[in-house]
């Protein structure tokens, strides 16, 4: 059973769309993260948040937009997006945001761009 | 930043013996180093990791080694079974834990 819960599980939708992304957490870890995976690769980091409050942008475009609402919650905002955005989308958690704390995945969101 | 490079990126074994996937990375103030298995459409689990204090840590049928020196560690898996079919990938911790992942690598156990 995963603790780090993600829906929807999948997402189809149209370039012009705006449709969010949302993880949630119950272990009481104060860092949250929203990577991108594609078929084949590793996870990519996009963005880092700790103690709700945006910590690291890996330079990820502005047609995504990370938000955390609280300390359980993480969303991930998404507007005029390409084809090449296909991917899983995985959220993690970790017990703060400090090197040597582990992360734990959700299931992930697999998000497809017609 | 950092990079990491794994190897091999593909390894089949017989099961019941052993399989190694051997990670290195490039900056020496990385000091985390977590390893994932994540099977056909689900996510990546936290299967064991290494502080950089530590050469060695044991889970049962799994070990990881660190070799702080020649910056590389690697992931042993003994006695594998057909559920240890999975890709497998290393990682290693830059600031504000930011995982910096290896390719990959896709372990096949064969019965």
């Known amino acids: 059973d995963t603790e780090v819960t993600q829906t929807p599980k999948h997402l189809v939708m149209g370039m012009t769309n705006k449709k969010s992304l949302k993880c949630e957490q119950h272990?009481?870890?104060?860092?949250m993260y929203w990577y991108k995976q594609k078929a084949k690769k590793p996870p990519e980091l996009m963005f880092v948040y700790s103690y709700e409050k945006l910590s690291i942008n890996e330079s990820v475009p502005s047609r995504f937009s990370p938000e955390c609402p609280n300390s359980s919650l993480l969303n991930l905002h998404l507007h005029a997006l390409q084809p090449e955005d296909s991917a899983l989308y995985l959220c993690?958690?970790?017990?703060?945001?400090?090197?040597?704390?582990?992360?734990?995945f959700g299931d992930g969101t697999r998000l497809s761009i017609l | 930043g950092e990079n990491v490079e794994q190897h091999p990126s593909t390894l089949s074994v017989q099961e019941g013996d052993s399989a190694v996937i051997k990670c290195t990375y490039s900056?020496?103030?990385?000091?985390?180093f977590p390893w994932y298995k994540q099977e056909l459409g689900k996510r990546p689990q936290l299967i064991i990791d290494?502080?950089?204090?530590?050469g060695e840590k044991k889970d049962q049928r799994i070990a990881v080694t660190l070799n702080k020196t020649a910056k590389h560690f690697s992931l042993h898996i003994t006695e594998t079974q057909p559920e240890d079919s999975a890709v497998y990938f290393c990682a290693a911790s830059e600031y504000g834990n930011k995982l910096v992942f290896g390719a990959g690598t896709i372990l096949r156990v064969k019965s």
């Open positions: 272990m009481g870890h104060r860092a």
């Open positions: 290494i502080r950089s204090n530590v």
């Open positions: 900056d020496s103030a990385s000091n985390y």
């Open positions: 993690a958690s970790s017990p703060w945001e400090a090197v040597n704390q582990p992360q734990h």
